[in-house]
């Protein structure tokens, strides 16, 4: 077995790597703290979000604190399997070269 096929082409990116990752250590996590954990601007935390929300890897969920809007994220179950998944193929590749 080549671990590299069992890599997620959606966690390709370092951002979706830091997302999932929050997201699984937090029962959910709010844009705005997701944008300063990761140093990324809106647009592209959004268009990160969407690929993932696409993915059915997370839900999403628009509400109101007072007057501002507040936009909450956490992971899907099958986002939750997806991930593990990933990772355990990244540990597989570091096994074989070490």
Not at 13 to 29: D, Q, T
């Amino acid at each position: 077995m080549n671990p590299i096929e069992h890599l997620n082409k959606t966690f390709d990116h370092r951002i979706r790597l830091g997302i999932m990752s929050a997201l699984l250590v937090n029962e959910e996590v709010n844009f705005n703290f997701l944008k300063e954990l990761l140093g990324v601007t809106d647009g592209n935390l959004a268009s990160h979000m969407k690929s993932l929300e696409e993915a059915k890897y997370i839900k999403v969920k628009k509400g109101f604190i007072g007057r501002k809007t507040n936009t909450t994220y956490h992971v899907t179950p099958s986002g939750e399997k997806a991930f593990a998944n990933h990772l355990e193929a990244l540990e597989a590749m570091i096994r074989q070269v070490r």
